[in-house]
DNA sequence: TTTGGACCGAAAAACGATTTTGGTCTAACG
DNA sequence: CGTTAGACCAAAATCGTTTTTCGGTCCAAA
C-alpha cells in the first residue's frame, strides 16, 4: 500500500462523503460514487471491499473530526467545570452539521443494522472516554471530590446518558434555543454534586 | 350521561384495551373491539367519535394509574432524595408493562401523529410535575439548597431527561439490569448538588 | 338506545412484471 | 501492476395495477 493507493481511497472517500451527506446512504449508488471520483465501479471493489466499508469508513472520518474539534475546545478551557461544559455545548453544534453520523448516534436508525451498531458503539466509547478524562482531570486537580474516583466509568457513562437525554428532550419540542440554558442548568447541579466531599454533606 | 352510559363505555376500553396491548394500534380493528365488547361497530360510535378518541382513552387510562402508582411509592420515602431516588427507580418497572403508552412516551412513534404528540406531551407534563413537587418539597424542608429555587421548572425539566437519557442508554445496550445502580449514581451526584448552598463550594 | 348491514373513499396490501443495485469476474490496455 | 468497461447474477427495490381492508357514515328496524 503506497501513497498513490492512499490517494486514490482518500479521493473515493472524499466524493462519497459528499454523496452520503447529501443523498443519504440509500440514494447514493456505487455507480455515483464512481462517477463522482472519476474512476470506474470495478476500481471502487479493488480499493475497498464494499459499500459498508466505503460508509464505515466516512462516517468514522467524520467522527474523528468531532472529537478532534472536541478535543480542541475542551483543551482550551482550564477547569474540568468549564471542559465538562464545553463538550456539552460544542458537540451538538459539530454533530448537527454531519446528518449521518448525528442519526447513527442518535440511535433513530434501525439497530439491527450491524454496520450502524458498530458505528454506534464506537462513537459512544470515544464521548465516554473524553468525559471520563475530564472526570479524571477534576479529580487530579483535587477539583471533584474523590468519592468521585469510585466508579468513574459509570459515572462517566451515565453523564453522557444524561446530557444526549436533554438534548433529545429539547430538540423534540423544538426548543432548541434553550439548550445552552438547560445544559448550563445541569451541567452545574452535576458539578456541584461532584465536588462536594462526603463531609460537606448537610446534616440531616 | 348516565351510569349506564358509563358502564358502556367503561366495558368497551377495557376490551379495547386488551386489544392494544396485545396487538397495537394498527392490527386492532374497530370490527375487533366490537366484537370482544360483544357490541355492534356502530355502537361503539355512539360512544366515541372515533379509534382515535377510544385510543386516546385507553391511553390516558393507563397514564393515571402510572402516576397514581408513583405517587403512592413516591408517598412512602420521607425524603426528597428517597422520593426521587424511588420515582426513578419505580417508573420504568411501572411502564414497562404498558406498551403502548411506553412507546409513546419514548418517542420511538413518528412525531407527526397528532394523538401521539399530545399524550406525549400530557405524559411529559406530568412527570416534570411530580419531579417539580419532589423539589418543592425537598426546598421547604431545607433538604435542597436554596438556588434551586430560581428555575425549578427547567431543574425538573432537564431531571426528568437526564434519568430518561440513562435508561435510553440502558436499554440499547441490554443493560437492563445495571439500571438500578446507575440511576442511583447519577441520582445521588444530581441529589449532593442540589444541597450544596453557594456558601459550602470550595475555593478556587 | 342498539345495531345489522349497505355503502364509501382512502389507504393499505397483494401481485406480477420490470428495473435497479451491490457485487463478481474477466480480459484488455497502458 | 493498476485500471476499468462491460457482461453477468441474484436479491432487492420499484412500479403500476388490482384487490382488499378499514374507519367512518348512514339508515331503518327492533
Known amino acids: 500500500m503506497n501513497e498513490k493507493d492512499e490517494l486514490v481511497r482518500k479521493e473515493i472517500l472524499d466524493e462519497a462523503q459528499k454523496l452520503f451527506r ?62 465538562m461544559r464545553t463538550l456539552c455545548l460544542t458537540r ?12 447513527v448516534i442518535r440511535g433513530d436508525i434501525e439497530a439491527n443494522i450491524p454496520r450502524l451498531r458498530d458505528l454506534h458503539r464506537r462513537y459512544e466509547l470515544r464521548e465516554i472516554s473524553l468525559v471520563r478524562n475530564i472526570l479524571r482531570f477534576g479529580l487530579e486537580r483535587k477539583e471533584f471530590a474523590q468519592y468521585a474516583a469510585d466508579d468513574i466509568d459509570s459515572i462517566a457513562f451515565a453523564m453522557v446518558c444524561a446530557f444526549r437525554g436533554l438534548e433529545v428532550g429539547l430538540l423534540v419540542e423544538n426548543k432548541f434555543a434553550a439548550l445552552e440554558g438547560r445544559m448550563d442548568l445541569i451541567n452545574d447541579i452535576l458539578m456541584r454534586g461532584l465536588k462536594t466531599k462526603n463531609s460537606d454533606l448537610s446534616k440531616e
Chains 1, 2 share one sequence.
Request: proline share 0%.
Open 92 to 103: 451538538f453544534n459539530i454533530l448537527k452539521e454531519k446528518a449521518n453520523l448525528y442519526n
Open 22 to 83: 447529501h443523498f443519504g446512504w440509500s440514494k447514493t449508488t456505487m455507480e455515483d460514487i464512481a462517477k463522482a471520483a472519476g474512476k470506474g465501479k470495478s476500481t471502487l471493489y479493488y480499493y475497498y471491499k464494499s459499500k459498508d466499508e466505503i460508509f464505515d469508513e466516512v462516517l468514522t472520518r467524520e467522527m474523528d473530526e468531532v472529537f478532534r474539534k472536541l478535543q480542541e475546545e475542551v483543551n482550551k478551557v482550564q477547569t474540568a467545570e468549564d471542559k
